[in-house]
């Protein structure tokens, strides 16, 4: 809240990533199906009927309205007009284990699988494209997908092989700036901000500000302690927040320090969302 104070919206368990509305509403995956958390209420929707699999990955609102859920084993499913329908095999979606979900510069979803590689997917036209290593995908598994702030024409997409850019259907090592890196990427995000620098991670190892100046660069991880981060945000006051592992960190000019919580221990965060009020 405004105050700086924690208020406990569910006792759900395994709570993955958060999707924040724009009319307010948070989304979530709990084991009792889709949850929406809206002025102080908390809502499900069946487990058995409408989430195939209640372990959520992914989420993202497309431009048409429709939310689009990616499961860790029944692939994608999508809501719209309070209607949730998997969209899997049988409409030539043949994607187990969904790790990230981007929009396409043309409004197209792209979505990363688990050993699966990437796809592209229109609501209307289906499967539009798939691309694995064989095509330069960096790694079986897509975990992490990004737009750039600069260059709206592509997507970054990181896997354990290393960083790579999508642009109209194919995929270069060397992204826009110069930027590349070929070790495991687990987490890319393009800096709104200072939109010249990208922050990425592996799954274990320091947090690397790719494409910054060597002042930002050299204080990347200045008072992070070690652990994985699993998200990073620029907050409505301008701040750049990262989660993960060892709790919720902000960047100030000399480093990153620690934010607190009111006596909550913040431990294994996951997700976060902002609302309007900031």
Not at 86 to 92: K, N, S, W, Y
Not at 215 to 241: Q, S
């Amino acid at each position: 809240s405004r105050e700086g104070t924690w208020r406990l919206v569910s006792r759900e368990t395994g709570v993955g990533p958060v999707y924040l509305d724009p009319d307010g509403s948070v989304w979530f995956g709990s084991r009792k199906g889709l949850a929406r958390w809206k002025d102080g209420r908390l809502e499900y929707r069946g487990r058995d009927t409408i989430l195939p699999d209640w372990r959520v990955r992914a989420i993202l609102r497309d431009r048409s309205g429709d939310l689009w859920v990616g499961t860790f084993s029944a692939g994608l499913a999508r809501l719209r007009v309070g209607v949730v329908r998997a969209v899997g095999a049988r409409e030539g979606l043949d994607l187990e284990g969904t790790t990230a979900v981007a929009l396409a510069p043309n409004g197209d979803l792209l979505a990363g699988g688990f050993e699966t590689g990437l796809v592209q997917w229109h609501p209307v036209n289906g499967l539009v494209g798939r691309w694995t290593e064989d095509e330069g995908l960096p790694g079986a598994t897509v975990w992490t997908l990004s737009r750039d702030v600069l260059d709206a024409s592509g997507v970054w997409v990181g896997g354990d092989g290393g960083l790579a850019w999508w642009q109209d259907g194919r995929l270069s090592r060397i992204g826009p700036r110069g930027i590349a890196h070929g070790g495991p990427l687990r987490l890319v995000f393009a800096d709104p901000q200072d939109p010249g620098v990208l922050w990425a991670q592996a799954e274990k190892g320091p947090l690397m500000a790719l494409g910054a100046p060597a002042g930002v660069a050299a204080t990347a991880n200045t008072g992070l302690p070690d652990g994985r981060i699993r998200f990073m945000h620029r907050d409505r006051r301008g701040r750049l927040l990262a989660g993960g592992e060892r709790g919720l960190f902000v960047r100030a000019a000399t480093g990153w320090r620690g934010v607190p919580a009111g006596g909550v221990a913040l431990r294994e965060l996951k997700a976060i969302a902002e609302g309007r009020d900031g």
